[in-house]
Protein backbone atom coordinates (compact mmCIF):
# COMPACT_ATOMS: atom_id res chain seq x y z
CA UNK A 1 0.00 0.00 0.00
CA UNK A 2 2.69 2.06 -0.54
CA UNK A 3 2.18 5.23 -2.15
CA UNK A 4 -1.31 5.79 -1.24
CA UNK A 5 -0.76 9.50 0.73
CA UNK A 6 -0.79 11.05 -2.58
CA UNK A 7 -3.14 9.47 -4.29
CA UNK A 8 -6.95 10.28 -4.11
CA UNK A 9 -8.19 6.93 -4.67
CA UNK A 10 -6.28 3.06 -4.19
CA UNK A 11 -8.19 0.62 -6.32
CA UNK A 12 -7.37 -2.93 -5.38
CA UNK A 13 -8.62 -5.58 -8.31
CA UNK A 14 -8.63 -9.34 -8.16
CA UNK A 15 -10.94 -12.20 -8.36
CA UNK A 16 -12.16 -13.81 -5.38
CA UNK A 17 -9.81 -15.26 -2.74
CA UNK A 18 -6.97 -13.32 -4.22
CA UNK A 19 -6.12 -11.92 -0.83
CA UNK A 20 -7.89 -8.32 -1.62
CA UNK A 21 -9.70 -8.44 2.36
CA UNK A 22 -6.99 -9.67 3.80
CA UNK A 23 -4.34 -6.88 2.39
CA UNK A 24 -6.66 -3.81 3.22
CA UNK A 25 -7.47 -5.28 6.93
CA UNK A 26 -3.61 -5.75 7.60
CA UNK A 27 -3.00 -2.48 6.10
CA UNK A 28 -5.90 -0.79 8.52
CA UNK A 29 -4.67 -2.49 11.35
CA UNK A 30 -0.50 -1.16 10.30
CA UNK A 31 -1.79 2.61 9.71
CA UNK A 32 -1.46 5.11 12.00
CA UNK A 33 -1.98 7.97 9.24
CA UNK A 34 -4.42 8.43 8.02
CA UNK A 35 -7.21 6.89 10.07
CA UNK A 36 -9.29 4.26 7.99
CA UNK A 37 -12.48 3.21 8.38
CA UNK A 38 -14.85 0.50 6.63
CA UNK A 39 -17.95 -0.51 4.37
CA UNK A 40 -18.14 -3.84 3.22
CA UNK A 41 -20.45 -3.70 0.38
CA UNK A 42 -23.53 -6.30 -0.51
CA UNK A 43 -26.21 -6.73 -2.51
CA UNK A 44 -28.91 -4.28 -0.33
CA UNK A 45 -26.42 -1.22 -0.93
CA UNK A 46 -27.64 -0.69 -4.22
CA UNK A 47 -29.88 2.06 -2.82
CA UNK A 48 -28.78 4.68 -3.49
CA UNK A 49 -29.61 6.65 0.49
CA UNK A 50 -28.76 3.31 2.00
CA UNK A 51 -25.60 3.03 0.78
CA UNK A 52 -24.63 6.91 1.35
CA UNK A 53 -25.82 6.52 5.14
CA UNK A 54 -23.92 3.43 5.47
CA UNK A 55 -20.39 5.73 4.18
CA UNK A 56 -21.40 8.17 7.25
CA UNK A 57 -21.91 5.80 9.46
CA UNK A 58 -18.45 4.34 8.56
CA UNK A 59 -16.88 7.94 8.60
CA UNK A 60 -19.06 9.03 11.77
CA UNK A 61 -16.71 5.68 13.48
CA UNK A 62 -13.62 7.85 13.47
CA UNK A 63 -14.60 11.27 12.73
CA UNK A 64 -17.24 11.16 15.34
CA UNK A 65 -20.60 14.18 14.59
CA UNK A 66 -19.48 14.35 11.23
CA UNK A 67 -22.40 13.30 8.41
CA UNK A 68 -25.27 15.03 10.50
CA UNK A 69 -26.20 17.64 7.76
CA UNK A 70 -25.94 14.54 5.05
CA UNK A 71 -28.18 12.46 6.75
CA UNK A 72 -31.24 14.88 6.97
CA UNK A 73 -30.93 15.06 3.19
CA UNK A 74 -30.27 10.91 2.54
CA UNK A 75 -33.48 11.12 4.68
CA UNK A 76 -35.43 13.19 1.82
CA UNK A 77 -33.75 11.07 -0.87
CA UNK A 78 -36.58 9.91 -2.85
CA UNK A 79 -36.75 13.44 -3.89
CA UNK A 80 -33.23 14.00 -4.64
CA UNK A 81 -30.72 13.16 -7.78
CA UNK A 82 -27.24 11.58 -7.06
CA UNK A 83 -25.72 15.01 -7.93
CA UNK A 84 -27.88 16.86 -5.12
CA UNK A 85 -27.23 14.13 -2.72
CA UNK A 86 -23.50 14.47 -2.90
CA UNK A 87 -22.96 17.87 -2.12
CA UNK A 88 -23.79 17.57 1.20
CA UNK A 89 -22.08 14.35 1.81
CA UNK A 90 -19.13 15.80 0.74
CA UNK A 91 -18.96 19.53 2.55
CA UNK A 92 -19.68 17.01 5.44
CA UNK A 93 -16.49 15.14 4.95
CA UNK A 94 -14.92 17.83 3.98
CA UNK A 95 -15.40 19.40 7.84
CA UNK A 96 -13.14 15.77 9.11
CA UNK A 97 -10.48 17.52 11.11
CA UNK A 98 -7.72 15.07 9.94
CA UNK A 99 -7.60 12.98 7.31
CA UNK A 100 -9.13 9.71 6.46
CA UNK A 101 -8.97 6.46 4.38
CA UNK A 102 -12.48 4.98 3.66
CA UNK A 103 -11.98 1.73 2.00
CA UNK A 104 -15.22 0.17 0.07
CA UNK A 105 -14.37 -3.29 -0.03
CA UNK A 106 -17.11 -5.68 -2.52
CA UNK A 107 -17.72 -3.00 -4.87
CA UNK A 108 -18.30 -5.17 -7.78
CA UNK A 109 -21.51 -6.02 -5.85
CA UNK A 110 -22.71 -2.78 -6.95
CA UNK A 111 -25.11 -2.40 -9.65
CA UNK A 112 -27.28 0.65 -9.26
CA UNK A 113 -26.07 3.25 -11.91
CA UNK A 114 -26.76 6.34 -9.59
CA UNK A 115 -24.11 4.54 -7.26
CA UNK A 116 -21.82 4.47 -10.05
CA UNK A 117 -22.60 7.78 -11.16
CA UNK A 118 -22.39 9.43 -7.17
CA UNK A 119 -19.15 7.53 -6.44
CA UNK A 120 -17.92 9.02 -9.60
CA UNK A 121 -18.55 12.27 -8.87
CA UNK A 122 -17.04 12.03 -5.49
CA UNK A 123 -13.77 10.48 -6.78
CA UNK A 124 -14.07 13.71 -9.26
CA UNK A 125 -14.62 15.73 -6.07
CA UNK A 126 -12.67 14.46 -3.32
CA UNK A 127 -12.16 16.86 -0.31
CA UNK A 128 -8.53 16.36 0.89
CA UNK A 129 -9.52 14.89 3.95
CA UNK A 130 -10.98 11.93 2.73
CA UNK A 131 -8.80 9.39 1.27
CA UNK A 132 -10.97 6.38 -1.35
CA UNK A 133 -9.72 2.71 -1.30
CA UNK A 134 -12.01 0.47 -3.32
CA UNK A 135 -11.47 -3.38 -3.32
CA UNK A 136 -13.34 -5.24 -6.72
CA UNK A 137 -13.47 -8.19 -8.02
CA UNK A 138 -13.72 -6.29 -11.45
CA UNK A 139 -12.87 -2.98 -13.10
CA UNK A 140 -15.25 -0.50 -11.61
CA UNK A 141 -17.17 2.38 -13.82
CA UNK A 142 -15.11 5.37 -12.49
CA UNK A 143 -12.99 7.79 -14.23
CA UNK A 144 -9.85 5.98 -13.80
CA UNK A 145 -8.23 6.86 -17.28
CA UNK A 146 -8.13 10.03 -15.78
CA UNK A 147 -6.85 9.54 -12.46
CA UNK A 148 -3.66 7.53 -13.64
CA UNK A 149 -2.76 10.65 -16.05
CA UNK A 150 -2.77 12.67 -13.42
CA UNK A 151 -0.97 10.41 -10.98
CA UNK A 152 -4.01 10.19 -8.60
CA UNK A 153 -4.66 6.71 -8.69
CA UNK A 154 -2.36 3.89 -7.12
CA UNK A 155 -3.45 0.59 -8.29
CA UNK A 156 -3.01 -3.07 -7.35
CA UNK A 157 -3.81 -6.15 -9.59
CA UNK A 158 -3.55 -10.09 -9.00
CA UNK A 159 -0.41 -9.99 -10.23
CA UNK A 160 0.32 -7.85 -7.21
CA UNK A 161 -1.05 -10.17 -4.92
CA UNK A 162 0.56 -13.48 -6.17
CA UNK A 163 2.87 -15.07 -3.16
CA UNK A 164 6.61 -15.14 -3.74
CA UNK A 165 8.84 -18.48 -3.18
CA UNK A 166 9.20 -17.55 0.34
CA UNK A 167 6.10 -16.30 0.80
CA UNK A 168 4.80 -19.68 -0.24
CA UNK A 169 7.11 -21.56 2.27
CA UNK A 170 6.36 -19.90 5.04
CA UNK A 171 3.21 -20.81 3.85
CA UNK A 172 3.16 -24.38 3.88
CA UNK A 173 5.73 -24.98 5.95
CA UNK A 174 5.41 -22.34 8.50
CA UNK A 175 1.19 -21.79 8.99
CA UNK A 176 0.29 -25.13 8.37
CA UNK A 177 3.60 -27.36 9.12
CA UNK A 178 4.58 -29.77 5.89
CA UNK A 179 8.27 -29.73 5.85
CA UNK A 180 7.96 -29.57 2.60
CA UNK A 181 11.31 -30.25 0.52
CA UNK A 182 12.00 -26.63 -1.63
CA UNK A 183 10.74 -28.64 -4.98
CA UNK A 184 8.05 -29.21 -3.60
CA UNK A 185 7.26 -25.93 -2.65
CA UNK A 186 8.06 -24.24 -5.91
CA UNK A 187 5.84 -27.38 -7.91
CA UNK A 188 2.63 -26.13 -5.96
CA UNK A 189 4.04 -21.99 -6.58
CA UNK A 190 3.95 -23.36 -10.06
CA UNK A 191 0.52 -25.06 -10.45
CA UNK A 192 -1.47 -22.19 -8.29
CA UNK A 193 0.05 -19.56 -9.82
CA UNK A 194 1.29 -18.23 -6.62
CA UNK A 195 -2.92 -17.70 -6.41
CA UNK A 196 -2.87 -17.86 -1.83
CA UNK A 197 -6.07 -19.65 -1.30
CA UNK A 198 -5.25 -22.52 -3.64
CA UNK A 199 -1.83 -22.96 -1.76
CA UNK A 200 -3.53 -22.78 1.44
CA UNK A 201 -6.09 -25.07 0.12
CA UNK A 202 -3.36 -27.49 -1.54
CA UNK A 203 -1.83 -27.26 1.88
CA UNK A 204 -5.11 -28.20 4.02
CA UNK A 205 -4.83 -31.21 1.39
CA UNK A 206 -1.43 -32.93 2.18
CA UNK A 207 -1.93 -32.19 5.95
CA UNK A 208 -4.81 -34.57 6.30
CA UNK A 209 -2.31 -37.20 4.50
CA UNK A 210 -0.02 -39.68 5.88
CA UNK A 211 1.76 -40.81 3.51
CA UNK A 212 2.25 -36.93 2.04
CA UNK A 213 5.23 -37.53 -0.84
CA UNK A 214 2.59 -39.78 -2.55
CA UNK A 215 -0.25 -37.56 -1.78
CA UNK A 216 2.06 -34.71 -3.35
CA UNK A 217 2.51 -36.21 -6.29
CA UNK A 218 -1.17 -36.55 -6.83
CA UNK A 219 -2.03 -33.00 -6.07
CA UNK A 220 0.78 -31.43 -7.53
CA UNK A 221 -0.91 -33.03 -10.78
CA UNK A 222 -4.26 -31.90 -10.18
CA UNK A 223 -3.45 -28.61 -8.86
CA UNK A 224 -4.67 -25.22 -10.60
CA UNK A 225 -5.68 -21.82 -9.64
CA UNK A 226 -9.45 -21.74 -9.43
CA UNK A 227 -11.34 -20.28 -11.99
CA UNK A 228 -13.70 -18.23 -9.40
CA UNK A 229 -14.31 -14.71 -10.44
Not at 119 to 126: G, I, N, Q, R, T
Request: net charge negative; proline share 7%; charged share 20%.
Amino acid sequence: MAGYGSAKLVLVVAPAGWGKTSLLRDWCLASEKPRTTWLSVDRWDNDPAHFWAGVVAAVDGVSPGIGAAALQVLNAAHAKTPDALMGPVINDLARMPERVALVLDDFHLITNPEIKQSVAYLVEHLPVTLGLVIASRSEPDLPLARLRAQGEMAEIRADDLRFLEGESRDLLNGTLGLALPPEDVHALLERTEGWAAGLYLAGLSLRGHKDQPASFGALAATTARSPIT
